[in-house]
C-alpha cells in the first residue's frame, strides 16, 4: 500500500466582505497612522472618504466641525497615538435573587 491518491481540487468561492462606511474610514485611519504619527501625534484625526480630513486636540469639536462642513455623515475620529486607548463598554447585572 505504498500508492497515494490525490483528490480532485475544488473550489470554494468566498463571497466579498462588504464593509459598512464605518469600518472602511476606520480601516483607512489604522492605514494613515504611521504617517499621522510624524505630524500629528496626540491629535485627535477625522478620517472621511478614505483621507485624514481634519485634526484638533479636542474631539468633540473635531466632530461638530466636520459635521457642520460636511453634513451628519459617517467618519472615524481617531486619537493618533502609538497605542490606541482601550474602549470600555459599561454594561450592568440583573440581580436575580436565589430561589430556597
Do not use: W
Not at 43 to 63: M, S
Request: aromatic share 8%.
Amino acid at each position: 500500500m505504498t500508492q497515494t491518491s490525490t483528490n480532485p481540487i475544488v473550489e470554494v468561492p468566498v463571497p466579498d466582505v462588504k464593509m459598512d462606511k464605518g469600518e472602511r474610514e476606520y480601516q483607512a485611519f489604522l492605514r494613515l497612522l504611521p504617517q499621522l504619527l510624524v505630524s500629528h501625534r496626540g491629535q485627535f484625526v477625522a478620517v472621511h472618504e478614505g483621507e485624514a480630513i481634519d485634526f484638533d486636540a479636542d474631539d468633540i469639536t473635531l466632530i461638530q466641525r466636520v459635521h457642520a462642513r460636511l453634513g451628519y455623515v459617517p467618519i472615524c475620529v481617531g486619537l493618533v497615538a502609538d497605542r490606541q486607548p482601550l474602549l470600555r463598554i459599561p454594561h450592568y447585572r440583573e440581580y436575580q435573587p436565589v430561589a430556597r
